[in-house]
């Protein structure tokens, strides 16, 4: 099976979604299953990632992928009226972006999850974080990244490495794949779907 990832930005984003997609598809049964990051194009952002014209192009261009899987942060744009989110109901968006490419590549799969609120959060949810912290408390903040992961990779001198501590942290965070899952429903929800997706019909 070849899944390819595709995130908002590669840059960072292959650090986190690298080990945990690949942690996922261990825990499916699929081990073998061949996990690659869109690199070529760098969209360089979720408005260009949510752009149906990027994504057609890019099941185009890649004949042999079997999943194409959507990843990107959600941002606190829900629909409700969140401190720092826009309004917009990016889970929605999404929705019908899958829709659309059931009706153009019906033999092809696509399928995408907003993280609540950031992919960063996700990796989080796998590691040892400080007793002072409240796992509530960082699901609902809108801005995750600066205000807890950045912070945990600057405590253990990590913000030289690659990714600026993503590539160490993500690694480690993905041998806890089972903590993640149960901690991020939305990543659990995705999972069932490739899951259900991939068991033989009949």
């Not at 699929?30 to 752009?51: N, Y």
């Given at each position: 099976?070849?899944?390819?990832?595709?995130?908002?930005?590669?840059?960072?984003?292959?650090?986190?979604?690298?080990?945990?997609?690949?942690?996922?598809?261990?825990?499916?049964?699929?081990?073998?299953?061949?996990?690659?990051?869109?690199?070529?194009?760098?969209?360089?952002?979720?408005?260009?990632?949510?752009?149906?014209?990027?994504?057609?192009?890019?099941?185009?261009?890649?004949?042999?992928?079997?999943?194409?899987l959507l990843c990107l942060d959600r941002?606190?744009n829900d629909g409700r009226k969140n401190?720092?989110?826009?309004?917009?109901?990016?889970?929605?968006?999404?929705?019908?972006?899958?829709?659309?490419?059931?009706?153009?590549?019906?033999?092809?799969?696509?399928?995408?999850?907003?993280?609540?609120?950031?992919?960063?959060?996700?990796?989080?949810?796998?590691?040892?974080?400080?007793?002072?912290?409240?796992?509530?408390?960082?699901?609902?903040?809108?801005?995750?990244?600066?205000?807890?992961?950045?912070?945990?990779?600057?405590?253990?001198?990590?913000?030289?490495?690659?990714?600026?501590?993503?590539?160490?942290?993500?690694?480690?965070?993905?041998?806890?794949?089972?903590?993640?899952?149960?901690?991020?429903?939305?990543?659990?929800?995705?999972?069932?779907?490739?899951?259900?997706?991939?068991?033989?019909?009949?």
């Amino acid at each position: 099976m070849n899944v390819l990832v595709i995130p908002e930005d590669f840059r960072k984003d292959q650090y986190l979604l690298s080990p945990l997609i690949k942690a996922m598809f261990q825990h499916l049964g699929r081990p073998k299953a061949r996990i690659d990051i869109l690199r070529d194009p760098l969209l360089g952002g979720v408005e260009e990632l949510l752009k149906w014209e990027n994504l057609q192009e890019i099941i185009e261009d890649n004949g042999m992928v079997d999943l194409f899987l959507l990843c990107l942060d959600r941002d606190c744009n829900d629909g409700r009226k969140n401190p720092g989110g826009r309004g917009e109901n990016r889970p929605l968006r999404v929705q019908a972006i899958e829709h659309q490419a059931v009706q153009l590549f019906p033999t092809k799969k696509l399928m995408g999850e907003s993280a609540i609120e950031e992919l960063e959060v996700w990796i989080l949810a796998g590691l040892d974080l400080p007793k002072e912290w409240v796992w509530k408390e960082v699901r609902q903040d809108c801005h995750p990244k600066e205000n807890y992961f950045a912070k945990l990779a600057q405590a253990r001198h990590l913000t030289l490495g690659e990714g600026e501590g993503r590539k160490t942290l993500g690694e480690e965070a993905a041998k806890r794949y089972a903590a993640i899952r149960q901690k991020c429903p939305e990543l659990e929800a995705l999972e069932k779907r490739i899951a259900q997706w991939m068991a033989p019909q009949g």
